[in-house]
């Protein structure tokens, strides 16, 4: 009896333990703790409304933003995987369409801690609003649904995920996804802030629930597609659309109203305003991967598909669809850039063993070999005036952003750090350099993987953060920015976990 009494109480505290995660907690009571966060002028405050199962929050407020943040928090302190919801509507005469009723995550209670918010502003924007460090400025994920009647915040492993639903519906994720490191125990629970130092604004978070989820188990893996875009000024990025589906590698076509990616081999052209993607007629080709890109006057489609042999090869067809016409001789040979002037296709190709840059006539013709450095080259480039093919090249020991002149010479490494930097993208303006950046420790250009997506300018100077996300294979293979050099659209991934 006593030897198994220990036992027992084990397999107690098992059973407990299965029946609290995945379960919700009870709303009424679940928050008992309020916190005016920063320096406001007007104290906020909070009560149960019991007849609407809902918490009516007040907050004043100047901003939640930059490095510091003023608003009234209501707050529990919590551990591991959670996910919040509930449903959220104003309910002062506050004008200001950036007054903000958030779910939040929060390391602490200082104005410039690290957190995560479901952010519903007052003119209906919806974000997923993130301080990576103490200090640090604060930034957002733009979700591309406007005044949605709930909010999900949920939390598994070191990552944040925004999820939202019209009135009456069930929770759909938005693909907006952040990778944000909390220590436990950390605070969660719901924000308000006026958004203007004198005023006070207020909110009802109704319906709510809090579910601790079992921990996660292993690294994450592709729960679907996001096609975002990120301003190089603001680098406040947008959602315009999401998928459960593999999407990769966005073209900006040359008047800036549609995108061009590939999605289980084929081609698929989508408004920049949003709406569902329309399938671009490829012939025979129903096997294209990410290596796609458009001509400079924007009429013609280059891609890469190995429909024939089983080795991709390329193409160019007409961008309203047609027959495609075969471009390289032999395979594998994967697009990557279009000459200003029209004339040729630089690309990469794995020649007796050796991966290397090429370039070829559109109008056919014999091959030209540019690089012949042992190791890989890829992703080659041109920049806007000709001048340059930009390439990533491994001879130095890692990956690094290279260039040459069109004949292949004059070949000049452009970065050099501890990173493996991979798919320099010039933009239209000449100005700007994108790429794509994996950890030191990454092989190859996976997918899956905390990626980041850096800016160079050409001249020379800092290199600064676009986005970090959770991508890689198919993020930004291929040229991705608008035509007027303001914007960079990029493919980033949803993780999901398993479970211990």
């Known amino acids: 009896m006593n030897a198994s009494f220990p036992a027992f109480l084990l397999l107690l505290v098992c059973l ?38 809902a918490y009516v929050v007040s907050g004043s407020g100047a901003n939640m933003w930059f490095t510091n943040d003023t608003f009234h928090f209501v707050w529990k302190k919590v551990s591991g995987d959670v996910n919040l919801s509930a449903d959220i509507r104003f309910l002062d005469t506050n004008k200001e369409p950036h007054r903000k009723a958030c779910l939040m995550i929060r390391q602490s209670l200082e104005p410039d801690s690290p957190y995560a ?19 640090a400025t604060t930034a957002e994920i733009q979700s591309g649904v406007a005044a949605p009647a709930r909010l999900g915040l949920e939390k598994q492993g070191d990552y944040v995920t925004l999820s939202l639903a019209a009135e009456g519906e069930s929770l759909r994720p938005t693909g907006a996804a952040i990778r944000l490191r909390m220590q436990d125990p950390f605070y969660i629970g ?35 597609s996001t096609l975002e875009v990120v301003p190089i000024a603001s680098k406040d990025r ?3 659309y999401h998928t459960s589906e593999l999407i990769e590698a966005p073209n900006w076509t040359r008047d800036g109203k ?29 096997r294209c991967n ?11 489609l280059a891609i890469s598909d190995q429909s024939v042999g089983g080795k991709s090869l390329i193409y160019v067809l007409p961008l309203a669809g047609g027959t495609p016409r075969r471009i390289t001789p032999i395979g594998p040979s ?14 990469c190709s794995e020649r007796n063993g050796e991966f290397d840059v090429y370039t070829i006539p559109v109008s056919g013709g014999e091959e030209k070999r540019l690089t012949t450095a042992p190791g890989l080259d890829d992703g080659p480039d041109y920049s806007p005036d000709g001048a340059f093919i930009y390439f990533n090249s491994e001879r130095s020991g890692r990956m690094q952003i290279w260039r040459m002149k069109p004949d292949g010479s004059q070949q000049e490494q452009i970065t050099s750090d501890e990173n493996n930097n991979w798919f320099a993208h010039p933009s239209p303006d000449g100005k700007w350099i994108a790429f794509l950046t994996y950890g030191k420790e990454v092989k190859g250009h996976p997918g899956n993987q905390d990626v980041t997506l850096r800016l160079m300018p050409v001249a020379g100077g800092k290199i600064e953060v676009l986005a970090k996300l959770f991508g890689g294979q198919g993020t930004i293979n291929v040229p991705s920015w608008s035509p007027d050099s303001k914007e960079v659209a ?11």
């Open 16 to 53: 407990f333990a299965q029946s609290a995660c995945g379960r919700p907690s009870e709303w009424e009571g679940l928050f008992l703790d309020q916190s005016d966060v920063g320096v406001v002028r007007h104290a906020g405050d909070f009560h149960r409304d019991g007849t609407r199962d």
């Open 117 to 135: 918010d479901a952010a519903r502003h007052g003119n209906g924007l919806t974000s997923l609003q993130f301080r990576e460090e103490k200090g």
């Open 190 to 224: 719901l924000g308000v802030c006026a958004h203007e130092a004198d005023a006070v604004s207020k909110a009802e978070f109704s319906h709510g629930q809090l579910e601790l989820l079992p921990p996660a188990g292993g690294p994450p893996t592709n729960g679907g």
């Open 238 to 240: 947008r959602v315009l």
């Open 258 to 286: 549609t995108f061009i990616f590939n999605s289980h081999g084929h081609i698929y052209k989508l408004p920049v305003t949003g709406g569902q993607p329309e399938l671009v007629d490829t012939g025979f080709a129903v």
């Open 290 to 300: 990410n290596d796609h890109g458009l001509s400079p006057d924007g009429t013609q």
């Open 334 to 347: 994967y697009w990557h850039g279009w000459s200003p002037d029209g004339g040729s296709l630089a690309f």
């Open 490 to 500: 990029f493919v980033s991934y949803l993780p999901v976990f398993g479970h211990k």
